[in-house]
């Protein structure tokens, strides 16, 4: 893979998480009629994330490593909470404090790498 490719792969993955995890966080306090557009943004976010992810793992070879499991386990979970918050407005606490929890242990498995 080019260079160009590589840094053009890791720049759309981080917008496309920077894209999921702010209509998330949004999708906590907003009101039921931004429903749809909302959902369509972070499933779009979502696959692109999930797309260019697979492709930068194409680099390593496809090698098992236990590091990207927990970080597939992280995006889908991320990646269903938008929904979730909508569905269930009381638990906005419990809900926030999940996406943090997720956010930070995927940031921690790119830079770590513990296994």
């Known amino acids: 893979m080019y260079l160009h490719e590589s840094d053009a ?8 998480a920077m ?8 999708a906590f306090a907003a009101a039921p009629e931004t ?6 943004w972070t499933g779009a976010a ?4 999930l797309a260019t992810g697979l492709h930068m793992w194409h680099e390593h070879g496809y090698d098992p490593v236990g ?6 386990v992280c995006w889908l979970g991320l990646s269903a ?10 638990k906005t ?3 926030i404090a999940v996406a943090l929890f997720l956010i930070v242990t ?8 513990p296994f």
Do not use: Q
């Open 81 to 90: 909470l938008a929904g979730i918050g909508y569905r269930r407005r009381g």
């Open 9 to 16: 792969l890791h720049v759309l993955h981080v917008a496309a």
């Open 46 to 49: 979502s696959l692109v994330m």
């Open 19 to 26: 894209v999921l995890v702010g209509h998330t966080f949004y």
């Open 67 to 72: 590091w990207l499991v927990v970080k597939v």
């Open 35 to 40: 429903r749809k557009r909302v959902l369509i």
């Open 93 to 95: 606490g419990l809900l």
């Open 106 to 113: 995927a940031v921690t498995m790119v830079y770590l790498k």
